[in-house]
């Protein structure tokens, strides 16, 4: 029982353009969603994050939106940098659960940035 | 600043045996999780340790066993090894106590089952 689907496998996008990554989630429980990246040989590392009391939280380049309704968000880069190429994770909490730290995980999404 | 160190960092066993695996949490962190990701999926959630007690367990066989020590690192133990346990083994750690939030992950044990 996939909660957290990441349904594009990978996305390649040209050096300066941007990248937008998708996730979809079933869980209406889940009010905390979060991003990761993560290189080869290394751990993920955390991104950005949103909780369900928003639609959009911004970091420099990054950005993501959420549309409870749809129980969807993306991730958008912008400008894509060669930097930006590794395998991006969505996932999901509920903060409603008291200590429980607990994150749900897609599939993830290999990023390829184009020189 | 150290992250979360995790050893060992490759190890190979074979079916049936046993195997311990080692996370130090990031300074003044009190929590503690164990992921494991298999080739081609997303990390998926084992255990999370919060002030040596356990906060929440995935759905994993009791083969998996895990503990949180008084300087807040914490071992996951793996009985009776299968083929399918060969996976990537995350620690992670927060500050904990509230709930979800951002979680520092370790650069994570390579375990091949043979």
């Known amino acids: 029982d996939q909660q957290v689907k990441q349904n594009s496998p990978s996305l390649s996008v040209q050096e300066g353009r941007i990248s937008i990554l998708n996730c979809d989630y079933t869980?209406?429980?889940?009010?905390?969603f979060l991003w990761y990246k993560k290189y080869p040989a290394e751990g993920p590392t955390f991104l950005i994050s949103i909780s369900s009391i928003k639609d959009k939280n911004e970091d420099g380049r990054f950005t993501v939106f959420l549309n409870k309704s749809a129980k969807h968000l993306s991730l958008h880069i912008v400008p894509s940098q060669p930097g930006d190429s590794a395998v991006y994770f969505c996932a999901a909490s509920g903060i409603s659960n008291f200590g429980n730290e607990k994150l749900t995980f897609g599939t993830g999404t290999r990023l390829t940035i184009i020189p | 600043d150290a992250g979360v160190t995790q050893s060992p960092t490759h190890l190979i066993k074979t079916r049936g045996q046993q195997v311990t695996l080692r996370c130090s949490p990031i300074s003044g962190h009190k929590s503690v999780s164990w992921y494991q990701q298999v080739l081609g999926q997303g990390p998926q959630f084992i255990f999370q340790?919060?002030?040596?007690?356990?906060?929440g367990r995935g759905n994993f066989p009791d083969r998996f066993s895990a503990r949180q020590f008084p300087n807040y690192s914490s071992e996951l133990n793996v009985n009776a090894l299968l083929l399918g346990d060969s996976a990537l083994y995350l620690c992670a750690s927060s500050l904990g106590g509230s709930g979800a939030g951002e979680l520092f992950f370790g650069e994570g044990s390579r375990l091949t089952v043979l």
């Open positions: 340790y919060y002030e040596k007690e356990e906060r």
């Open positions: 869980n209406s429980m889940f009010d905390y």
